[in-house]
């Protein structure tokens, strides 16, 4: 007979057996004859993890006093993208906060299971300016003007190992962001960073043509991210990622349109990066 290391067994020859809860399980074989009989285990043979859930959250800074820096309304019309795709595929919003209402807070600085912001989701979609000298991403607005210093802006010390509890993948619809190597110190469970090294302009049919590539022809993130802002740039604009490994990179896809690679263990601080002319 079969034991599956939950509790359950079977006296079939080739049996099936569902896992119902997340767990490494011992699973073991025992012959019985008139001689006796034989049991061989097999130690943390079957490894079932939890599925990833799909849960994502957005944060839109669009509205700027200073006219050239205005984005209005393309963030609006970007997340409403974004919602519309994600819905009809079962995704649950977690939150969308835009302008004064994206705040720090949103992209998890704070340590605690009240205060994950953005790691309380599986994707989270940002979109606004990005500044790679002066911090990670634009999220605090002065009186609605173009930010002052550098203490308007989001700094990768703020989020530091903070990316460590649900979320898998973050797009940073903005400028310049991903190719501050800061970033990598804030990926813990956080797979993959997308996102540009290079300014750009706002074009609402990004998340259109990526999640396209995604989940109708279910292409890697990496490669439905590389076919989408080729797509929509055609430019001299860099987009570019950042992965935790190679093997979360070349395997990730969102949930439901193929393998999600498992967490990196043990973590290192290395990650894997890479840019390319749209």
């Not at 943390?44 to 944060?59: D, F, Q, R």
Request: aromatic fraction near 12%; charged fraction near 20%; glycine fraction near 8%.
């Amino acid at each position: 007979s079969w034991s599956f290391g939950d509790g359950n067994t079977s006296t079939e020859q080739n049996p099936s057996h569902e896992y119902t809860e997340a767990g490494t399980y011992n699973v073991s074989l025992t012959v019985e004859n008139a001689g006796g009989s034989d049991t061989e285990e097999k130690a943390g043979y079957v490894e079932v993890t939890e599925p990833v859930a799909l849960t994502y959250s957005m944060t839109n800074s669009e509205t700027y006093r200073l006219v050239t820096a205005n984005l209005s309304p393309s963030g609006t019309l970007t997340c409403e993208n974004v919602s519309a795709i994600l819905a009809a595929e079962g995704w649950t919003q977690t939150f969308y906060h835009s302008d004064l209402n994206a705040t720090e807070e949103d992209f998890g600085i704070y340590d605690g299971p009240a205060n994950q912001g953005l790691d309380e989701s599986t994707l989270h979609y940002h979109f606004g300016h990005g500044d790679r000298s002066n911090g990670l991403a634009l999220v605090k607005l002065v009186d609605g003007q173009w930010p002052l210093n550098e203490t308007d802006y989001l700094e990768p010390l703020q989020v530091s190992g903070k990316w460590d509890y649900k979320n898998k993948w973050i797009i940073f619809d903005a400028c310049e962001l991903v190719g501050d190597q800061r970033c990598k110190n804030a990926m813990v469970t956080t797979h993959g960073i997308l996102g540009f090294n290079s300014t750009k302009l706002p074009d609402t049919q990004l998340p259109v043509q990526f999640f396209y590539y995604a989940m109708d022809e279910d292409e890697t993130i990496v490669n439905a991210w590389i076919d989408a802002t080729t797509e929509v740039y055609g430019s001299d604009r860099s987009a570019a990622y950042r992965f935790d490994n190679e093997f979360q990179r070349d395997h990730d896809h969102l949930p439901g349109h193929g393998d999600v690679a498992p967490e990196e263990y043990p973590h290192d601080s290395a990650t894997v990066y890479w840019q390319w002319t749209c």
